[in-house]
């Protein structure tokens, strides 16, 4: 059997912890390692778990919990955040993506669409609704020229293994598809993705496709 994705499942709502773990477990390349109430410790706790995927409900508890694990960087940099249950707003779905997101699906989700969440997450790739995914385009046109300044030189701040990356980010391959096409492990590629955007200031893999836009990033 291959890896194994483990998982944390972090609600106040035991009834919720209780059925998406059974729901999950089912799976056998899914694994459930903590499921917790919301809490400091349960931040804590998965820090240490070396989780793959946390799936919680609660964009408040996330972003709250932001700048701690911001303070964590190596010890987080394979774990991927899902927000499940959640309202279909735009508002929400964009401070869902600023608090460092990788999935937003909707409490109207069934429990299939929640198990393919779990596994498009783990693979570093990111999933919401269609209908909100316009939202985001937006954004990002609006407000690419106020990324950071320390963007506007950011050749100078990447080694040039981050450099050979980012024109690849840009293309939209996972970490798995670069891990391959440069023969390195995919933990490698992780880890270079997570340098990249401490570096470039900005909290997602589109905003590294649109600084290599807008600062004429090498291609």
């Given at each position: 059997m291959g890896h194994r994705?483990?998982?944390c499942i972090l609600s106040d709502n035991r009834l919720f912890r209780e059925s998406l773990g059974r729901i999950l477990s089912k799976?056998?390349?899914?694994?459930?390692?903590?499921?917790?109430?919301?809490?400091?410790l349960a931040v804590a706790e998965v820090v240490?778990?070396?989780?793959?995927?946390?799936?919680?409900?609660?964009?408040?508890?996330?972003i709250l919990s932001t700048a701690f694990l911001k303070t964590q960087r190596e010890s987080?940099?394979?774990?991927?955040?899902?927000?499940?249950?959640?309202e279909e707003d735009e508002q929400?779905?964009?401070?869902?993506?600023?608090?460092?997101?990788?999935?937003?699906?909707?409490?109207?989700?069934?429990a299939l669409d929640v198990v393919a969440a779990v596994r498009c997450v783990a693979g570093g790739e990111a999933i919401c609704p269609a209908r909100l995914c316009k939202c985001l385009f937006d954004s990002v046109a609006k407000h690419s020229v106020e990324l950071p300044k320390s963007c506007t030189n950011v050749q100078s701040v990447l080694t040039r293994r981050e450099q050979q990356l980012v024109p690849m980010i840009g293309r939209g391959l996972t970490n798995k598809e670069i891990a391959k096409e440069l023969n390195l492990s995919e933990q490698t590629i992780?880890?270079?993705?997570?340098?990249?955007?401490?570096?470039?200031?900005?909290?997602?893999?589109?905003?590294?496709a649109a600084?290599?836009?807008?600062?004429?990033l090498p291609n």
């Amino acid at each position: 059997m291959g890896h194994r994705v483990s998982v944390c499942i972090l609600s106040d709502n035991r009834l919720f912890r209780e059925s998406l773990g059974r729901i999950l477990s089912k799976r056998g390349d899914l694994e459930i390692i903590t499921s917790v109430g919301l809490s400091e410790l349960a931040v804590a706790e998965v820090v240490r778990s070396a989780a793959d995927v946390v799936v919680l409900d609660s964009l408040d508890f996330l972003i709250l919990s932001t700048a701690f694990l911001k303070t964590q960087r190596e010890s987080c940099a394979g774990l991927h955040i899902l927000l499940v249950a959640m309202e279909e707003d735009e508002q929400l779905f964009l401070r869902a993506v600023r608090a460092g997101a990788l999935g937003f699906v909707l409490k109207d989700a069934s429990a299939l669409d929640v198990v393919a969440a779990v596994r498009c997450v783990a693979g570093g790739e990111a999933i919401c609704p269609a209908r909100l995914c316009k939202c985001l385009f937006d954004s990002v046109a609006k407000h690419s020229v106020e990324l950071p300044k320390s963007c506007t030189n950011v050749q100078s701040v990447l080694t040039r293994r981050e450099q050979q990356l980012v024109p690849m980010i840009g293309r939209g391959l996972t970490n798995k598809e670069i891990a391959k096409e440069l023969n390195l492990s995919e933990q490698t590629i992780k880890n270079h993705v997570h340098r990249i955007l401490h570096k470039v200031g900005v909290e997602n893999r589109l905003g590294i496709a649109a600084a290599m836009d807008t600062r004429r990033l090498p291609n």
